[in-house]
């Protein structure tokens, strides 16, 4: 079965850096691009940033552009966000999520999520 | 990227249908067949009830349905159980981005 494990989150002061993983298996990873999706406490979802399955594109939201790097590494069947110069804004739940797209683009849906890793922005 | 709006709230009793609403614009969901709808329990990572307006992955009860009319889609869930007690998020393509957009969120409250 799929599965998706996020890890990384932790507390970080305003301006500092953090790098967030996520470790899939229950599919072949090589062949589907992924998804960062992010929740602020007691709000609704939001969309992050998503890389192809071979990492030739990759597309972000506007609020995250120019701070925020996806990546992957397909030998390792793992993805990355490295998030840098981070606010109290950027304070969530962020979730990976896989794109249903076989060697896709990119889809607006997601079919499978992981369970999470809160990232606290705080001085 | 303005979300997409839903009800904060619908509540149902045990057997009943209830029925959660997503609005958008002729440039979201009035303009394609692509929405999809999430659940998500507290603490829980979201998990996938439709795509491409009404269809249902593999797994998914029958309960639940989606429509759309305009630029307005549904999520319909038909014999409401306490199980069904959540939040529902809609999703959809967007001419402006189409990795999608969200809404806002609907809190289900089994009576």
């Known amino acids: 079965q799929v599965q998706l494990v996020e890890s990384g989150g932790g507390v970080v002061q305003p301006g500092g850096s953090l790098r967030l993983s996520c470790e899939a298996s229950?599919?072949?990873?090589?062949?589907?691009?992924m998804h960062w999706v992010r929740q602020a406490p007691g709000k609704g979802l939001e969309w992050v940033a998503f890389?192809?399955?071979?990492?030739?594109?990759?597309y972000y939201a506007d609020s995250v552009k120019g701070r925020f790097t996806i990546s992957r590494d397909n030998s390792k069947n793992t993805l990355y966000l490295q998030m840098n110069s981070l606010t109290a804004e950027d304070t969530a739940v962020y979730y990976c999520?896989?794109?249903?797209?076989?060697?896709?683009?990119?889809?607006?849906?997601?079919?499978?999520w992981g369970q999470g890793t809160l990232v606290t922005v705080s001085s | 990227q303005s979300a997409l709006t839903q009800p904060a709230s619908v509540s149902g009793s045990p057997g009943q249908s209830i029925t959660i609403s997503c609005t958008g614009s002729?440039?979201?969901?009035?303009?394609?067949?692509?929405v999809s709808w999430y659940q998500q329990h507290p603490g829980k990572a979201p998990k996938l009830m439709i795509y491409?307006?009404?269809n249902r992955p593999s797994g998914v009860s029958n309960r639940f349905s989606g429509s759309k009319s305009g630029n307005t889609a549904s999520l319909t869930i038909s014999g409401l159980q306490a199980e069904d007690e959540a939040d529902y998020y809609c999703?959809?393509?967007?001419?402006?981005?189409?990795?999608?957009?969200f809404g806002t969120g609907t809190k289900v409250t089994v009576l």
């Open positions: 999520a896989k794109d249903p797209g076989y060697y896709g683009s990119g889809s607006y849906w997601r079919d499978y």
């Open positions: 229950g599919f072949t990873f090589t062949t589907y691009g």
């Open positions: 890389i192809r399955y071979d990492g030739s594109n990759k």
């Open positions: 002729s440039s979201d969901v009035g303009g394609y067949n692509y």
């Open positions: 491409d307006v009404s």
């Open positions: 999703s959809s393509y967007t001419r402006r981005n189409t990795l999608g957009v």
